[in-house]
């Protein structure tokens, strides 16, 4: 019993880390697709952007 608690312990951290690895994901995908969204504009070549 002990050794299944150790394991859902392991296992807790792990998906804790994905978690943590698929929020970096999107946040990356949300500044890839702002980028994007500032070139198809035009204006991501300007030095002074907003924000």
């Keep these: 019993m002990e050794q299944l608690a ?10 804790e880390q994905l978690a943590h690895a698929v ?3 999107a946040y990356t995908v949300q500044q890839l697709a ?3 969204q ?7 070549l300007l030095p002074d952007l907003p924000g």
Excluded: F, N
């Design 6 to 15: 150790g394991a859902l312990e392991q296992l807790a951290y792990v998906v």
């Design 23 to 25: 929020q970096q994901l």
């Design 34 to 36: 702002h980028a994007a």
């Design 38 to 44: 500032q070139l198809s504009c035009g204006t991501g």
